[in-house]
């Protein structure tokens, strides 16, 4: 054995193994495979490939992540404005003469408590770290057996290296990639790769395989992180680490970064808009002041900047935008979307294009036989699943399948030549047909039982004394049955043949007794037939001709092109039981039945989806591993497609570059034969020609994807942990139609956001431009203090934003294009609205501060004009929440109790405020006065003038319509 390798490391990694021929393999990786490694060369190859572990970047820890919370424009300058008031607080303390009696730094901690809230909200939404990486080191196993040193031993799974020789058997999990050196019914389950349920027949491939051949079919390798489920191996490590398939995807999940969402990117611009405006403001007023005043009033201008910054930043908003979020992930599970990350809630809203998996997302991953074929017939076959309830078609005239002989023994040949069991599972209104064992044999028992054949009783009649099993070399199989007739038993139509005619070339026939055996085939439509010499026309057989078997195949053909997988099945009497290993001269001479035409019929509820989602503006992208023929009939039935659309394949995919599919992603909406890598290439297109994109998934293979998607979809049902983890969001249904009703919910959330962020910014700017003009007016006191702006921002503010976020959809939510998720917060007139709305609440306050302040002066109280400017800021903030539910209705048209939610905190936060006036612990703290009757009226009357200025403004806009209509 050589005790050297190839020190090109690189060179080894990059190696096409599969299509190696084994002995080429051991030589490259300087291995035996009958010794393996000596403990030496394990050392070396340590040292040199590194351990056998996934490994990660470090990302953030915990605390950078909280710090990070406050680096938050908004934050900072609320920071900043407790600093300054803290200051002034502590001057205004040494000094005698102005000490305040009041809680000192009230501002200052009630302030630094917003600031930490905030911070501590933001926190808990980032903080839940990336589990997905975690996921995949789960896969490994933890020990290995090897041969080293000639000897068989156990080691860490960290310590393979490349050239190790594995020992393989039942129940043994995967740490290493590896070529298969010998096999023994090696069965293999890649589902945590692939995402593909059923096992995999693994073997040793003398030659190697072609090097274009897909993951999924390299027969002749073992993958890191699959399972041995049956028979025994021996392989050749070679790939550890970060340089296995499980490796690479690690790589590419660490490679994805992520952006931030269309909420957080709005956020970040809301504050930027706000706090510079602040600024901007906060300057124009000392300035001013300062010009009319002089330097003497520079504390009081200081006071004033303060309660400006204070009121420009709307400090309850992050609170009832995560309350808002975690409200739509309780209406999302309902509807069987688990949200993982919460801001991807509203995400979802601004969502353009889905690409959906095709089996089990867009179908019900229940084969369903749909027609049938015979030298005399063409039937359709109706029902669902695997229910064996439905009718035969012919010509859309139903028929009863017993008047038709051939069609009686075929449907026979589908219960006897099958190994699967259709159960009846559940109680009551949660019964429901499951198929154990292969979904395509389920679909035959089902489509049996729609004649009222009974499997167990056929099974019974009918016992199987050998079979030919199936291969993917075969691509058939047969069964042997012996007929032990009724002996006692209730067969109700039981349509094998009592006797069995065989017609002569003339046409003739003549009768012949039931053979001893019966021997059903079914596969291959094509090499069946290859196999046949007669067909069989009710009780007649008849020779097959040319013309005929053209006829068949033409038949298969067409029913291919429809999307449907097709079988054959034959049969033949036997006199005796055939040698197990004489399958070739057994299977010959068969009596052709006909074709079974099956596909994975789509749910019913995803063509609905569908078109809700084209005429929502979002396009429907179809992603499969199927054949293209099948892909396209799907698609079409769906109405994803017009007849003639482009199907891209996998193969064809691979040709092309980066820039060529992002040339290719808008007109191409089937993707067929597509290996779960290719999913990344294609979200990365879509997202390059400026698509929000949601990617589903239920693969390990999967997880980049879902990663970089805009919107990253796993499956509940059929996904891997490590596709979950991906993920934003997890189908708990598994279902297309889900993803619709989620992106639903996620436009609701939206707009309710945008309602909300419209009534807390419109008294916002209302409050600062009142404050700002208090020292221009030459007032002596602003009107608002910091901790009154607190009030009036988490609570007068607050409560009903937190109502409106639960305000009902608007029934035309899903009959528009979805948010440009580069779209401002301020877009469509929300902006606009604010300001003038805004400035509407700065006159009635400024109104009412300027005759207030007038009319108590020379009172006991002289004060209680601020209170009263406090006071009808807050309750014309609740006629605001009243009226803005709707942009165009009267509250007269609306229903005043759909949202319960609203009238509650209405009426709440008004008793809040009126405690703050005439309870003295409250009215101390908060630094309010007390009003009398005639000025809590008058407080009522100005704030009311708020609620009838918005209805007014919506009859202007309906005149406004009305003309230009006109």
Not at 5 to 15: F, H, P
Not at 181 to 194: H, K
Not at 217 to 230: A, K, L, Q, S, Y
Request: negative net charge; charged residues 20%; proline residues 4%.
């Amino acid at each position: 054995m050589a005790q050297s390798y190839s020190s090109n490391s690189l060179s080894d990694r990059q190696q096409s193994w599969y299509a190696y021929a084994i002995e080429k393999t051991i030589e490259t990786l300087n291995s035996n495979a009958q010794q393996g490694l000596t403990a030496s060369e394990v050392e070396q190859r340590l040292k040199h490939y590194g351990t056998n572990e996934i490994k990660e970047t470090v990302g953030r820890s915990n605390w950078e992540i909280l710090l990070d919370q406050f680096k938050n424009i908004m934050l900072l300058m609320l920071i900043a404005v407790a600093i300054i008031s803290g200051v002034m607080d502590a001057i205004a303390m040494q000094n005698a003469q102005t000490a305040k009696a009041e809680i000192p730094f009230k501002d200052t901690i009630a302030i630094l408590s917003i600031v930490i809230l905030n911070g501590i909200l933001g926190y808990l939404q980032e903080s839940r770290a990336e589990q997905a990486l975690a996921a995949l080191k789960r896969l490994a196993s933890p020990k290995v057996q090897v041969i080293r040193d000639g000897q068989r031993i156990e080691v860490e799974a960290p310590t393979l290296v490349p050239g190790d020789i594995m020992l393989l058997e039942a129940g043994s999990q995967l740490c290493a990639d590896g070529q298969i050196i010998e096999a023994s019914n090696l069965q293999i389950r890649e589902a945590a790769l692939t995402g593909e349920a059923q096992a995999v027949t693994k073997e040793p491939v003398s030659e190697g395989l072609n090097e274009e051949t897909a993951l999924g079919d390299r027969i002749n390798m073992v993958f890191t992180g699959t399972e041995v489920i049956g028979g025994r191996a021996k392989a050749i490590v070679t790939s550890t680490g970060m340089e296995t398939e499980l490796g690479k995807i690690a790589q590419m999940l660490q490679s994805v970064e992520s952006e931030p969402t269309p909420l957080q990117q709005r956020m970040n611009h809301l504050g930027n808009v706000l706090v510079s405006s602040s600024l901007i403001l906060v300057v124009l007023v000392i300035a001013i002041g300062v010009v009319q005043a002089g330097w003497d009033r520079l504390q009081d201008l200081v006071k004033t900047s303060l309660s400006i910054a204070v009121a420009v930043v709307p400090e309850g908003l992050p609170a009832v935008i995560t309350v808002t979020l975690a409200l739509g992930t309780q209406r999302m599970v309902r509807r069987n979307a688990l949200i993982r990350k919460l801001p991807a809630v509203e995400t979802l809203g601004s969502v353009n294009v889905i690409c959906s998996d095709k089996t089990g997302t867009l179908t019900q991953n229940k084969m369903v036989v749909r027609e049938i074929e015979t030298c005399q017939k063409h039937l359709h076959v109706t029902g669902e699943g695997y229910i064996p309830i439905g009718e035969f078609l012919d010509s859309g005239r139903s028929i009863e399948t017993r008047h038709y002989r051939e069609i009686e023994n075929l449907l026979t040949a589908c219960v006897l030549c099958n190994d699967a069991t259709l159960l009846l599972e559940g109680n009551g209104e949660s019964q429901h047909w499951n198929v154990m064992g292969d979904p395509t044999e389920g679909a035959l028992l089902a489509l049996a039982g729609k004649t009222g054949l009974q499997q167990n009783a056929l099974n019974y009649q009918y016992d199987r004394v050998a079979e030919f099993p199936f291969s993917s070399e075969r691509k058939r199989m047969s069964v042997i049955v012996n007929d032990r007739g009724n002996e006692g038993l209730e067969i109700t139509q039981s349509p094998i043949l009592l006797e069995m005619r065989r017609g002569t070339q003339e046409g003739e026939s003549n009768v012949r007794q039931s053979p001893i055996f019966l021997m059903f085939t079914k596969g291959s439509s094509e090499l069946i037939l290859e196999r046949c010499q007669s067909y069989q026309i009710n009780e007649q057989i008849l020779p097959l001709t040319q013309e005929q078997r053209q006829n068949i195949l033409q038949a298969n053909n067409n029913m291919a092109e429809r999307g449907l997988r097709v079988l054959g099945f034959a049969y033949k009497p036997l006199e005796t039981i055939p040698n197990s290993d004489s399958e070739e001269t057994a299977e010959r001479d068969l009596i052709w039945l006909g074709l079974v035409g099956m596909l994975d019929a789509p749910r019913p509820e995803v063509k609905d989806a569908v078109a809700k989602c084209r005429d929502a503006g979002i396009r429907t992208i179809m992603i499969t591993g199927d054949h293209q023929l099948t892909a396209r009939a799907i698609a079409q039935q769906l109405g994803i497609v017009k007849e003639n659309a482009i199907v891209l394949s996998g193969r064809e995919l691979e040709k092309l570059s980066q820039e060529e599919l992002e040339r290719e992603v808008d007109r191409v909406s089937i993707y067929a034969r597509v290996a779960p890598e290719h999913k990344l290439r294609i979200v990365k297109a879509l997202q390059k020609r400026g698509r929000f994109a949601a990617m589903t998934g239920d693969g390990v293979n999967d997880a980049p994807a879902l990663k970089q998607a805009d919107i990253g979809i796993a499956m509940g049902i059929t996904g891997t942990d490590v596709s979950k983890e991906a993920s934003d969001m997890v189908l708990l249904d598994d279902n297309f139609a889900t993803i619709v009703a989620a992106t639903e919910e996620g436009r609701m959330v939206y707009n309710n956001i945008r309602l909300f962020v419209k009534y807390i910014l419109g008294s916002n700017v209302g409050e600062v431009i009142t404050i700002a003009a208090a020292p221009i007016l030459g007032l002596a006191d602003v009107p608002l203090t910091p901790l009154q702006i607190l009030w009036m921002n988490l609570v007068t503010d607050g409560l009903p934003a937190l109502a409106l976020a639960v305000e009902p959809a608007d029934p035309n939510i899903m009959t528009r294009p979805p948010f440009s998720p580069k779209e401002s917060i301020f877009a469509k007139g929300l902006g606009f609205y604010i300001i003038r709305i805004g400035i509407i609440f700065s006159i009635l306050s400024i109104a009412l501060m300027v005759w207030s302040y007038d009319r108590v002066r020379g009172t006991s109280n002289p004060d209680s004009w601020k209170t009263m400017v406090f006071t009808t800021l807050c309750l014309a903030q609740m006629g605001h929440a009243i009226a803005v539910r709707s942009n165009t209705r009267l509250m007269l048209e609306i229903d005043l109790f759909s949202n319960p939610y609203l009238l509650s905190s209405v009426a709440v936060t008004t008793i809040l405020q009126l405690m703050l006036i005439y309870i003295a612990p409250l009215r101390d703290f908060f630094g309010t006065h007390f009003l009398t009757l005639e000025q809590l009226l008058i407080c009522l009357g100005f704030s009311a003038l708020m609620f009838v200025w918005i209805e007014l403004e919506k009859l202007f806009i309906r005149f406004l319509r009305l003309k230009k209509t006109q």
